[in-house]
């Protein structure tokens, strides 16, 4: 995505100068006010944010200071800063068409985590290194491949992609004893929806589902499995409720789908399109965005395929972009097959009566699952209220996180018996 003159609009500029100022303020309220002196640490937090060289670095500060009053400031500072970053990467993605989400990832993430190296903020529950910040290179495996070979890892927890989180399985499979491996993996996560739903109610969740957060997300709702009866009502509801979605900056509270992640996803999106379209139709959407600015972003536009037989490969696929595919079927029983014969198990959906409801409870397979739901058909989890994991390839426990029976997957038990010597 080259530059050319109409991609700098005033607005760019602003963002652009703005940025700068914020991240100034927030870097000098942060020497300054809170007398951080440049020294190793500082170093070493500017190394690992620009990945050029791998260093181990707090993370928990932004959990430290909400059990501190006086963290107010360390709040105030890393907003500025981050705020600051977050403005610059979308000037420059605007003006530049530049992707620096990696790079300002590991900024964000190790600007939040000062405290175990410069001492700003203690926890003595939190010992110095027991969190760790190591930023690594995109998909290059070799930092990730290191701690994975390492004899010095008692056990991993790692959340990601399927194939990603099966290699790590197998490789620690090859150490010398047994370690704990604990995986959260993705998510192809199906919606059925019964004759007897209420379709404004599906419809709306669906929607939410699909495109919320671009589609971007393990929970995403990119199955919809629609009874014969109520296919084409739903179909035509869906495709208007999708075409009502704004697309834009995502800093706008009146845009509902901003950029895909990276260029690696846009291209993932144009492959995808045109293979649904080839082995059925798209019902709305299947284009990328190139009107004014955001012609100078990797936006596409939310995509409903119909008509793709379930054998083609991405009813088994997970996208990970803005699209969904609709499939009909004659009844519950055979929507129920096809939602399960995936090798995931994430997160599921159901519309229908209360008596299916507890069908759809008793026969699905996954570590979620909603019902009746406007909200969201598959997504909408609250974290510190509803455990979040899956089943089969979403997760290699079947426990899910902020569960009872989650923390005790990272402890070892040990019996003690002992005998008091007769004296």
């Given at each position: 995505m080259g530059m050319t003159s109409s991609a700098i609009s005033l607005q760019s500029i602003f963002n652009f100068l703005g940025g700068i100022g914020l991240f100034l303020l927030g870097m000098r309220l942060m020497t300054d006010g809170l007398k951080v002196a440049a020294g190793p640490a500082l170093r070493g937090l500017l190394t690992a944010a620009t990945g050029s060289t791998p260093r181990a670095l707090g993370a928990g500060a932004l959990i430290t200071a909400l059990v501190q009053s006086s963290s107010a400031v360390i709040f105030a500072v890393i907003g500025f800063v981050n705020a600051g970053l977050l403005s610059l990467a979308q000037a420059v993605g605007l003006i530049f068409g530049a992707n620096l989400g990696t790079t300002l990832t590991s900024w964000i993430v190790a600007l939040v985590g000062f405290e175990f190296d410069?001492?700003?903020?203690?926890?003595?529950?939190?010992?110095?290194?027991?969190?760790?910040?190591?930023?690594?290179?995109?998909?290059?495996?070799?930092?990730?491949?290191?701690?994975?070979?390492?004899?010095?890892?008692?056990?991993?927890?790692?959340?990601g992609s399927f194939d990603v989180g099966m290699k790590l399985f197998q490789d620690f499979g090859h150490r010398n004893y047994v370690r704990p491996v604990i995986l959260e993996l993705g998510g192809k996560n199906p919606t059925i929806v019964s004759r007897n739903a209420n379709l404004e109610d599906a419809a709306a969740g669906l929607?939410?589902?699909?495109?919320?957060?671009?589609?971007?997300?393990?929970?995403?709702?990119?199955?919809?499995?629609?009874e014969a009866p109520v296919h084409d009502e739903l179909v035509a509801r869906l495709k208007e409720l999708t075409e009502k979605l704004s697309i834009g900056d995502p800093t706008d509270r009146k845009t509902f789908l901003g950029p895909v992640m990276n260029r690696a996803s846009y291209e993932d999106f144009q492959t995808f399109s045109k293979e649904l379209a080839g082995a059925g139709r798209i019902v709305t959407g299947g284009e990328l965005v190139t009107s004014g600015d955001l012609?100078?972003?990797?936006?596409?536009?939310?995509?409903?395929?119909?008509?793709?037989?379930?054998?083609?490969?991405?009813?088994?696929?997970?996208?990970?972009?803005?699209?969904?595919?609709?499939?009909?079927?004659?009844?519950?029983?055979?929507?129920?097959?096809?939602?399960?014969?995936?090798?995931?198990?994430?997160?599921?959906?159901?519309?229908?009566?209360?008596?299916?409801?507890?069908?759809?409870?008793?026969?699905?397979?996954?570590?979620?699952?909603?019902?009746?739901?406007?909200?969201?058909?598959?997504?909408?989890?609250?974290?510190?209220?509803?455990?979040?994991?899956?089943?089969?390839?979403?997760?290699?426990?079947?426990?899910?996180?902020?569960?009872?029976?989650?923390?005790?997957?990272?402890?070892?038990?040990?019996?003690?018996?002992?005998?008091?010597?007769?004296?």
């Amino acid at each position: 995505m080259g530059m050319t003159s109409s991609a700098i609009s005033l607005q760019s500029i602003f963002n652009f100068l703005g940025g700068i100022g914020l991240f100034l303020l927030g870097m000098r309220l942060m020497t300054d006010g809170l007398k951080v002196a440049a020294g190793p640490a500082l170093r070493g937090l500017l190394t690992a944010a620009t990945g050029s060289t791998p260093r181990a670095l707090g993370a928990g500060a932004l959990i430290t200071a909400l059990v501190q009053s006086s963290s107010a400031v360390i709040f105030a500072v890393i907003g500025f800063v981050n705020a600051g970053l977050l403005s610059l990467a979308q000037a420059v993605g605007l003006i530049f068409g530049a992707n620096l989400g990696t790079t300002l990832t590991s900024w964000i993430v190790a600007l939040v985590g000062f405290e175990f190296d410069l001492g700003l903020i203690s926890m003595p529950a939190i010992a110095a290194g027991m969190m760790l910040w190591l930023s690594g290179k995109g998909r290059r495996p070799a930092l990730g491949q290191a701690l994975v070979d390492s004899p010095l890892v008692d056990g991993v927890t790692f959340t990601g992609s399927f194939d990603v989180g099966m290699k790590l399985f197998q490789d620690f499979g090859h150490r010398n004893y047994v370690r704990p491996v604990i995986l959260e993996l993705g998510g192809k996560n199906p919606t059925i929806v019964s004759r007897n739903a209420n379709l404004e109610d599906a419809a709306a969740g669906l929607v939410r589902s699909a495109f919320g957060l671009q589609g971007q997300k393990c929970s995403a709702g990119s199955r919809i499995i629609v009874e014969a009866p109520v296919h084409d009502e739903l179909v035509a509801r869906l495709k208007e409720l999708t075409e009502k979605l704004s697309i834009g900056d995502p800093t706008d509270r009146k845009t509902f789908l901003g950029p895909v992640m990276n260029r690696a996803s846009y291209e993932d999106f144009q492959t995808f399109s045109k293979e649904l379209a080839g082995a059925g139709r798209i019902v709305t959407g299947g284009e990328l965005v190139t009107s004014g600015d955001l012609a100078h972003g990797y936006f596409c536009q939310p995509t409903l395929a119909a008509d793709v037989p379930f054998s083609q490969r991405l009813w088994q696929h997970e996208m990970f972009v803005p699209i969904a595919t609709i499939g009909k079927v004659n009844s519950l029983d055979e929507g129920m097959e096809i939602a399960n014969s995936v090798k995931y198990g994430l997160t599921s959906g159901f519309y229908g009566s209360e008596t299916e409801v507890e069908w759809f409870f008793e026969n699905i397979q996954s570590g979620l699952a909603y019902a009746n739901r406007p909200q969201g058909s598959t997504t909408g989890a609250w974290p510190g209220f509803q455990p979040f994991g899956g089943w089969k390839g979403s997760g290699s426990s079947g426990k899910n996180a902020g569960g009872h029976y989650y923390l005790p997957l990272y402890m070892h038990e040990q019996i003690h018996t002992f005998v008091k010597p007769k004296k």
